[in-house]
């Protein structure tokens, strides 16, 4: 049920770590991920439990009441971490407690959890069980990918039986943020799960929620100046790997030397991801006498953002031989763009998957409209395991404070691009089963 085709993925032979993943064999995809997830459903044994008085957390969850012992097939979790970074990444090479994480993804759910899920999705609170551990999620921006990282959320939990309520709210700034950990907190959540685009600015919250006896864990976008007392725990790609190879990409695939200039777009103003990205960047191009960064601004990773920074560019004069940012979704409007301007579209670097760019960009092979393109996976399978750890640590077990996850870069090829899903779709690493998609969709 979760989606790969284990043929599709392989290693580049080439220098530094550029991925190939050859979507054409997409078809076959969802026929074979019925089998994986079928298998390792069953292998995989849980045990849980539930009951009331006051845990160690300050909750109503005691440490003991959470069951986190699981069996798996360790083929079975490969399949599903290889689709999750669209590359073969052995399970050696993650973090015990991610590969924890990945061992649920695997289990197949009934389709009454399914129809679970899907009602609950973007519910402000709902009922997933019975439990009494109650958890709360929280996301900026009511878009897919947001959304696809809040069912993941949903989907880990209905794994544990111990999990009950779920909490949900979207924010769009600081403020909102803040509230929203507040409202939380003091509704008895017993642990908030969340992207935290505001980095150290949610310190203080954080803070009070862990105080007050709340499991605090964020995934995809690391906050450095955070040690455990402000985050129990932060699931991350490593944003410094992530531009170290975007400088690769650059320079030994693209051929980009230090006499030409690119350009990087932020998203949120002063995130840290963006900041570590391109302060990893920036070393990585001066070590090998890469191409110089000529260009920045602030997007908020929207598309109106990115229409007016990809609008200033081109009226800068600076000839950018490649654009780069960590967000796939708003990327549509650079190519909209550069067409109204006139200009050729140049190489394209960013993070996560969207459909609808892969459209263009494939409706372009073979003409004097081509581009290349790199892109990551969708990011959003960690929001698993930050529910995961988040679940480990209220059992009482001890979990790291930092869960650092590769960061492959793929190169788009012929295939990549799905006209039968939305242009919205994030991709199948976003570990979301097919039927519920599909639910998500309608």
Request: charged share 20%.
């Given at each position: 049920m979760?989606?790969?085709e284990?043929?599709?993925?392989?290693r580049n032979e080439t220098k530094m770590?550029i991925?190939h993943?050859?979507?054409?064999?997409?078809s076959r995809?969802r026929r074979?991920?019925?089998v994986?997830?079928?298998?390792a459903?069953t292998v995989?044994?849980?045990?849980?439990?539930?009951?009331?008085g006051?845990?160690?957390n300050?909750?109503?969850t005691?440490?003991d009441?959470v069951?986190?012992?699981l069996?798996?097939?360790?083929a079975?979790?490969q399949e599903?971490v290889d689709?999750?970074f669209g590359?073969?990444?052995?399970?050696?090479?993650?973090?015990e407690e991610?590969?924890e994480?990945f061992?649920?993804?695997?289990?197949?759910?009934?389709?009454?959890?399914?129809?679970?899920?899907?009602?609950c999705?973007?519910q402000?609170?709902?009922?997933?069980?019975?439990?009494?551990v109650?958890?709360?999620?929280?996301?900026?921006?009511?878009?897919?990918?947001?959304?696809?990282?809040?069912m993941n959320?949903?989907?880990?939990?209905?794994?544990?039986?111990e999990?009950?309520t779920?909490t949900y709210?979207?924010?769009?700034?600081?403020?909102?943020?803040?509230?929203?950990?507040?409202s939380m907190?003091?509704?008895g959540?017993?642990?908030i799960?969340?992207?935290?685009?505001f980095?150290?600015?949610m310190?203080p919250v954080?803070?009070?929620?862990?105080a007050?006896?709340t499991?605090?864990?964020t995934?995809?976008g690391?906050?450095?100046?955070?040690?455990g007392s402000?985050?129990?725990n932060?699931v991350?790609?490593e944003?410094?790997e992530?531009?170290?190879?975007?400088?690769?990409?650059?320079?030994?695939?693209?051929?980009?030397s230090?006499n030409?200039e690119?350009?990087?777009?932020?998203?949120?103003?002063?995130?840290p991801?963006?900041?570590?990205?391109?302060?990893?960047l920036?070393?990585?191009?001066?070590?090998?006498?890469g191409p110089?960064?000529a260009?920045?601004q602030?997007?908020?990773?929207?598309?109106?953002?990115?229409?007016a920074?990809?609008?200033?560019?081109?009226?800068?004069?600076?000839?950018?031989a490649?654009?780069?940012?960590?967000?796939?979704?708003?990327?549509?409007?650079?190519v909209?763009?550069y067409?109204q301007?006139g200009?050729?579209?140049p190489p394209?670097?960013?993070?996560?998957?969207?459909?609808?760019?892969f459209?263009?960009w494939e409706?372009?092979?073979?003409t004097?409209?081509?581009?290349?393109?790199y892109?990551?996976?969708?990011?959003?399978n960690q929001?698993?395991?930050?529910?995961t750890?988040?679940?480990?640590?209220?059992?009482?077990e001890e979990?790291p404070?930092?869960?650092p996850?590769?960061?492959?870069?793929l190169?788009a090829?012929e295939?990549?691009?799905?006209p039968?899903?939305?242009?919205?779709f994030?991709?199948?690493s976003?570990?979301?089963?097919?039927d519920?998609?599909?639910?998500?969709?309608?």
């Amino acid at each position: 049920m979760i989606l790969r085709e284990p043929s599709a993925i392989k290693r580049n032979e080439t220098k530094m770590s550029i991925r190939h993943r050859d979507g054409t064999l997409i078809s076959r995809r969802r026929r074979l991920f019925g089998v994986v997830a079928a298998a390792a459903a069953t292998v995989l044994v849980l045990a849980g439990c539930s009951g009331g008085g006051e845990g160690s957390n300050g909750s109503s969850t005691d440490a003991d009441e959470v069951d986190t012992s699981l069996d798996y097939d360790e083929a079975a979790v490969q399949e599903i971490v290889d689709t999750a970074f669209g590359v073969e990444m052995p399970l050696s090479e993650l973090p015990e407690e991610a590969v924890e994480g990945f061992a649920r993804a695997s289990i197949e759910l009934s389709p009454e959890q399914v129809q679970t899920a899907l009602d609950c999705w973007k519910q402000p609170e709902c009922t997933v069980g019975d439990g009494d551990v109650h958890i709360g999620v929280f996301n900026a921006v009511d878009n897919l990918w947001q959304t696809t990282a809040a069912m993941n959320v949903i989907l880990q939990a209905l794994t544990y039986p111990e999990v009950g309520t779920i909490t949900y709210a979207f924010v769009d700034d600081l403020p909102s943020a803040q509230s929203a950990v507040r409202s939380m907190v003091s509704s008895g959540v017993d642990a908030i799960v969340s992207y935290n685009a505001f980095g150290a600015a949610m310190s203080p919250v954080f803070t009070e929620a862990q105080a007050a006896g709340t499991v605090v864990t964020t995934y995809v976008g690391e906050t450095p100046e955070a040690d455990g007392s402000v985050i129990n725990n932060q699931v991350y790609a490593e944003a410094c790997e992530g531009g170290t190879e975007m400088g690769g990409v650059l320079v030994d695939a693209l051929g980009l030397s230090s006499n030409e200039e690119v350009a990087f777009f932020f998203g949120v103003p002063g995130n840290p991801q963006d900041t570590l990205v391109q302060s990893c960047l920036e070393e990585e191009l001066a070590n090998s006498d890469g191409p110089e960064i000529a260009f920045n601004q602030d997007t908020d990773w929207t598309r109106p953002g990115t229409s007016a920074a990809a609008s200033a560019l081109i009226s800068s004069g600076i000839p950018a031989a490649a654009i780069l940012n960590t967000y796939a979704d708003p990327m549509p409007q650079v190519v909209n763009v550069y067409d109204q301007a006139g200009e050729d579209v140049p190489p394209i670097l960013t993070w996560t998957e969207m459909n609808e760019f892969f459209g263009i960009w494939e409706e372009r092979l073979g003409t004097d409209r081509e581009f290349d393109l790199y892109y990551t996976n969708a990011l959003v399978n960690q929001a698993r395991l930050a529910l995961t750890n988040a679940m480990t640590l209220i059992a009482g077990e001890e979990v790291p404070e930092r869960t650092p996850l590769p960061l492959p870069l793929l190169e788009a090829v012929e295939g990549v691009y799905q006209p039968d899903l939305p242009g919205d779709f994030p991709g199948w690493s976003a570990l979301v089963p097919e039927d519920v998609m599909n639910g998500m969709l309608d």
